[in-house]
């Protein structure tokens, strides 16, 4: 048998070894490398790295629709790509400490009330509940441990010879048999310089970028009672828009970073001590015709930072401007700057700003919430070239025993991040 080497012990790493030794391959040919920490060791604001990677660690929001959560279908066809993403809700819940206390919502009619403006994606949604993450992440390592297992933590894989099965770290390399590449958003510049040294081909991508929208949850509650975590949407000729990642009761702005450029998400938190009333969403726009997307969103994303001697950050704009940055779930500030208008933010946007300022506008004809909300500037989702992959088992076309998985291929979310592990784990052990 080989020896397999995951670089990430983020979702899709996790969920490939998981699957693997579920089907009898043995632990111990099997080891995973993470630059960041193990869950025991791992604090609450180390958001992208470490074990469960980043939303496996401060989200966890499970949705179950082909279209949401980047590419699946088009490798193995909808319903296999629905019974891999059921294996990774399957894998959170076998190792949640409380498994009754997941929620689930499955929205099926769209209302009313949003129709003249919105469409709404339907689908169900487990939620986790961020703070039973922690746990989840322990009695899974605990399980891969004991299966023989070998974790390397905080060592970043600094390069790799493909045509050579080797990996190196700062002081020491390693031979495989087969890797799976699976470093997630913040190994997208390693895997960006990776492809840009081997030339692999890849994939045409569109942009996705916008910014992250805040208010009291009162005003959506009547959405929010349909759909717990909704997906509104508007279609135009080059540029749709939808809501993302929905976070309410307990709903945080976290701030990430990615290529030292400040960017902004959220996270939800199950517990009474955590309840905020607030709602938190992406408003993100996907963009088609533009030549260079990934350069694109670079630079808009530069241009949309603040820096000074001791302080980078994002922007934060508010049309009222007594409403603040709201705090963490760790109590501090969520890092911005607060703008005064937005002529920066339509600046970088250029003709593209006025979207997102139309669908806040219409948001606002549906749920009344005047000038009391708030925006975190910018979302992006980085779409770094997709390589072109092996359909049946997600190879590089140049090395077939190199599987790329996870954000770092296709994925933008959990489940199909995880069921691109299982996939990989599932032709491995045929
Ligand atoms: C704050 C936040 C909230 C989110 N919430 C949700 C949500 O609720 N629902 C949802 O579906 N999606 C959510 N997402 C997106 C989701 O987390 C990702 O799509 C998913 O985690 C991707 O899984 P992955 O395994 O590909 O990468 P990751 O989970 O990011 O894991 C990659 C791992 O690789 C490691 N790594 C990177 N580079 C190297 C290197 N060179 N050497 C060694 N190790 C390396 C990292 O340390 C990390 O642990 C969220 C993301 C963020 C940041």
């Not at 297992?149 to 493909?162: A, H, K």
């Not at 309410?248 to 009474?272: C, F, L, Q, R, W």
Request: hydrophobic share 35%; aromatic share 14%; charged share 25%.
């Amino acid at each position: 048998m080989k020896r397999i080497v995951i670089i990430g012990a983020g979702v899709a790493g996790i969920n490939a070894a998981t699957k693997l030794v579920d089907n009898g391959y043995p632990g111990e040919l099997i080891t995973i490398i993470d630059k960041g920490n193990d869950p025991i060791n791992r604090l609450p604001e180390e958001v992208m790295t470490g074990m469960l990677g980043a939303g496996g660690w401060s989200d966890g929001k499970l949705t179950y629709h082909t279209a949401i959560g980047g590419q699946l279908s088009k490798y193995c066809g909808e319903d296999k790509a629905m019974k891999l993403m059921k294996q990774v809700v399957d894998n959170f819940t076998r190792f949640h400490p409380k498994p009754d206390e997941i929620f689930m919502s499955d929205p099926q009619e769209e209302p009313e009330f949003i129709k003249p403006y919105f469409g709404l994606r339907m689908f169900p949604v487990w939620h986790i509940g961020s703070n039973f993450l922690h746990e989840i992440a322990k009695a899974w390592y605990q399980y891969l441990l004991d299966k023989g297992v070998t974790f390397e933590w905080n060592t970043e894989v600094d390069d790799i010879d493909f045509s050579d099965n080797r990996i190196y770290t700062h002081n020491t390399e390693l031979k495989y048999d087969i890797l799976i590449f699976a470093v997630g958003k913040s190994g997208i510049d390693f895997a960006q310089r990776l492809s840009d040294e081997y030339t692999f081909p890849t994939e045409p991508k569109s942009v996705q970028i916008g910014i992250r929208f805040e208010a009291p949850q009162k005003y959506f509650q009547k959405l929010i009672d349909v759909s717990y975590d909704f997906k509104l949407y508007q279609k135009f000729d080059k540029v749709s828009l939808r809501s993302f990642c929905t976070n309410n009761n307990a709903a945080y702005v976290a701030v990430e970073e990615t290529y030292g450029d400040i960017s902004y998400n959220g996270h939800a938190k199950k517990g009474k001590e955590f309840e905020n009333q607030m709602t938190n969403f992406g408003i993100l726009m996907e963009i088609k015709g533009i030549e260079d997307p990934f350069k694109w969103s670079r630079d808009v994303v530069q241009k949309l930072q603040f820096t000074s001697d001791d302080f980078h950050s994002g922007l934060y704009y508010s049309p009222n401007y007594e409403r603040q940055v709201s705090k963490t779930s760790e109590g501090t500030d969520v890092k911005a700057a607060q703008l005064e208008n937005l002529d920066l933010f339509k600046e970088a946007m250029g003709e593209y700003a006025t979207y997102i300022t139309n669908f806040i506008d219409d948001m606002n004809k549906v749920f009344n919430f005047g000038d009391d909300w708030g925006m975190y500037i910018p979302e992006v989702k980085y779409l770094s070239p997709e390589p072109l992959v092996n359909y049946h088992d997600l190879s590089l076309n140049q090395f077939p025993n190199v599987h790329f998985v996870g954000d770092a291929l296709s994925a933008r979310g959990i489940t199909v991040s995880g069921a691109h592990g299982v996939y990989v784990a599932e032709s491995l052990v045929k």
